[in-house]
Structures are given as structure tokens and as C-alpha cells.
């Protein structure tokens, strides 16, 4: 391309840009235009619950794309984290350029965190320094990469495909598949049993990674609720893990477990592996784990459920053993509704983002960045035709598990245990939501999926769907 053609090119790609923003603007209308009527107590509610949701964010994404990519606000939004005011970045790059710059756009969680450890801080409430590159490098040690195919990837198959194999043509996807196969992968994984005597129950740790989660990363209205059901779980789950590690001291066994790992760290006298800190890793890889990876799984069928192409391409790809190609679909569908619409930061300083372009925008010193993944996931001067379903996109084109210094510490656990949630439900017959309420996703009242119910309509294999596929396992 010479330098002229892309000068041609140029108003054309604008152009369109424009057009989205305006089309994106017609649709919030249109979704704010229905929340409207009604009594007037209720309307400022009824707005926000329009704006709470993914196609509500996605269409007001799209309109701050183009008219105001980089929006500083006086006012807080959040009152979860001390903060001066609120800006909220849309497009990839700067969004990229926030999660970059680590040292200008600092973490906020330490405050939180220190009061779910009762005490120290979690390295993803750290900023990049000595004590944070240990913790993640003593937990590298402990929890491998090769550990995904040699232990987490196999457990998962084992007991998701057991769940589908006695579903009856019915199955509740959060509450029977996902929820119940990711906590025992934990606990097998880590090392930290549930379910015998003396130990909580599973339900138990899924509730409480649940709501220390929720207080961590979502309750930025800092709700009194969810502070005292997260200050409950966490008092709970720091005895549970202080009498893991204690048991499996008294009671060594041969298993090969995180929890087992550590502790031969520990016997070797490496660094970072007293008690107290396997303890306060071990929460908060936990934390991170659960409600996660069940969300995931949950939000992208809920997705491909609307979209009967891509669920067909995706039962066809599991019934064919094609693992790359099902997770390249599970991973486009989770792009329209990711686990989190944005990862946000707090400005050390007063600084500039997209310096030297027309979006250049002053950021005032504790301002609290709102850093929109999933707008930069729609971002047409990023994406090609973002809003089409496209399971080809290079896997650059995602931000699903956090960009930079704290990308995901469990991002290769994701990458295989998400699509492999759902790979038995989709390989035995085709899901289709269930009648009426039940086939809808319920949160329960929590940012988390509790419930939807699938039906499973018997396999018929279209030829077509399977040319071309070549199996990833022989
Ligand atoms: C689909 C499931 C998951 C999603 C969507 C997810 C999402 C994320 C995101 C967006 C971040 C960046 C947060 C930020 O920059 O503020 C992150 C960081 C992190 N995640 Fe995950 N996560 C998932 C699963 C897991 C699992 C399975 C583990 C544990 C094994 C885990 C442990 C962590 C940790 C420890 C960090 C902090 C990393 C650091 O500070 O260097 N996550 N995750």
C-alpha cells in the first residue's frame, strides 16, 4: 500500500466510523426511548438498568467512540475506592495505552484486598515492584502452564462430560455444569478439599469466592451488603485454608497439587512460601478462579444461544474433537458480553492519554480511569466490522483477561477450561433455551450467573458444518 492509496483510503474508513457512532446512537435512543415511560420515581432506575446492560453499554460505548472518545468527568462514579472524578476510555488503543502505562495508571484493590487477608495485600492490588514480582513469580513456581493439560483440562472433561451424560435433555447450565465442575477443579487443583468432614461444602466455596469477587472488582457503589457478606466469607475462608495447609502438613500425601508444591517450596526455604503467604495466594488465585471461569461459560452460551450459525459451527466443532476452532467461537461469543466491561485505574499524577491526536484529553491527578475493554473489543479502527460474528479475528483483537502488567494470572487456565465447560453440552446435541423464564440467564440478584436452563434437541449432523474440520486430537 503506497502512502496515497492510504491517504484515499482514509476518509472512507472515517466515514464508517461515523456511521457506527450515529447508528449506535439511534439504538441507545431507542433503548432509553423504552425505559422512559412509566412513573417518574422510577425513571432515573429504569435509565440505569438500561445502561447496566451489555447492549446498553455497548450501544453508549459506541457513541463516546466517536463523539467523545476519552470522557473526563468532575463527578465520581465510583465510591467503592477513593477517587477525584471519572474519566471513561473507549478506543483500543488508548484503552491499551491506560493498561500499559502501570506506573501512571496505578491498581486500587489493596485497600479491599488487605481486608479480605486481614492484613496483606494481593499482588494484583500491588503496584509493579519487588514484593509484586515475587508473589507472582513464587506462584508461577506452584501453579504451572503444563499443569492445564497435565491436570485442570482432564478433570474438567471428566466431570463436565459426566454432568451431560446424566442430563436427562435437560440441564440448568450455572447451577448443575459449570458452577459445580470449576469449584471441584479448584479444590482438586489447589489442593484445598471440600465436601468431607470438617471442610465447607462446595456451595460454600462457591459462595464465598462469589461474594469476595463481587467486593473486589464490582461493587463500585460500595454497598454495606456485600462489605459484610465478603468481611463474613473471607474470615471463613482464611480458617478453611489455614486448616488445609495445616492438615496437609501433618498428613503429607504424594498427590501433585498447588497446595503440595508450596509447601516443598517452603521445605527448600524459598522465598515468598511461609504460611501466611501460600494462605493469602491461595485466596486470591481462588477468588479469581471460581465465579470467573463459570461466568464465562455462561455468558458466551448465552450468546451463541441467539446465534443459531455459530452455535451450529460450535457443536459441529466439539462433536469433531476441533478444540482450537470451538474456543476461537466461545471466544468471539464471550466478546459481546465479556465477564468485565472494563478494568479501572487510578492516576498517580496529572497526565495526558492519546497524547498528539484529536482525542487527547487531560487526566486530573485520582481520577478513576474507566478503561473499557469491551468497547476496545468493538472498536471499528481496531476491529473489522466488529459487530459481525467473526470467529477468524486474530486473538490480538481481544481484551478478555486484562492487557499489561496484570493480565490475567490464569489466562492459559481460561483458555482451555471455558470452552471445555460447555464442549460435552454442545457435543450431544444442539441447546436451546428452555421455555418461558427458565431458558433466560438469571443473576439471582449477584453480577453472577445462577441460572439458565437448557434443552438438548438430539444431534443431526450436517455435513456441511464438519467439512473442513480437522480433529486438534487424533
Ligand atoms: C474466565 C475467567 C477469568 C477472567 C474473565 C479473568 C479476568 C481477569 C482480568 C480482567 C484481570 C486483570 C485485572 C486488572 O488488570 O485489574 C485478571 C487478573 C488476574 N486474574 Fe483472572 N480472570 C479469569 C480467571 C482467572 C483464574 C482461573 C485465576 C487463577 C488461577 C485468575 C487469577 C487472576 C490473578 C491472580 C490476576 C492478577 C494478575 C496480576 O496482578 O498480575 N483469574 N483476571
Redesign the pocket.
Known sequence: MTFLSNLLRLPVRWLAILGGGIADLVALLKLLARAFPGDKAGRQQRLLGVLATTAGQRALFGVLRVFWANLVLRRKLVAAYDNTGTAIVTRDVDVREV?ARDADFL?V?ELRMRRITAGEN???G?QDSPA?QRN?SA?RLA?RWEDVSAIIRPTVDEHAGTIVAGAEGKLDVPAQLTLPVVADMVARYFGTPVGGDGQPSRDDLIAWTSVMFWYL?IDLGADPDVDRGATEAAAAARDWLDQCIADRKANPTETDDVLSRCLGLQRADILGFDDLAIRNNLI???I??VP??S??AVQALDQLLDRPGPLADACAAARADHDSKLAAIVFEALRFN???PF???RALADTTIAQGTLRARRIPKGTLVLAS?LSAMFDPARLDVPERFDSTRPPDDYI????????????H??SA??PALLKPLLAAGTPRRAAGDAGKLDTAGTPFPAHLVVELIPVRVDPGHRAGMAADKP
Open positions: 493498561l491498581v484493590y494481593f499482588f494484583l500491588m509484586y507472582v506462584m501453579a472488582f486470591g488465585l481462588i479469581g478462579a470467573t471461569l461466568r464465562a465479556p465477564v468485565n478494568i479501572y485505574r475493554n478478555l483477561w486484562g492487557y499489561g502488567l496484570h493480565t490475567c494470572f490464569g489466562r487456565i481460561n477450561v471455558v
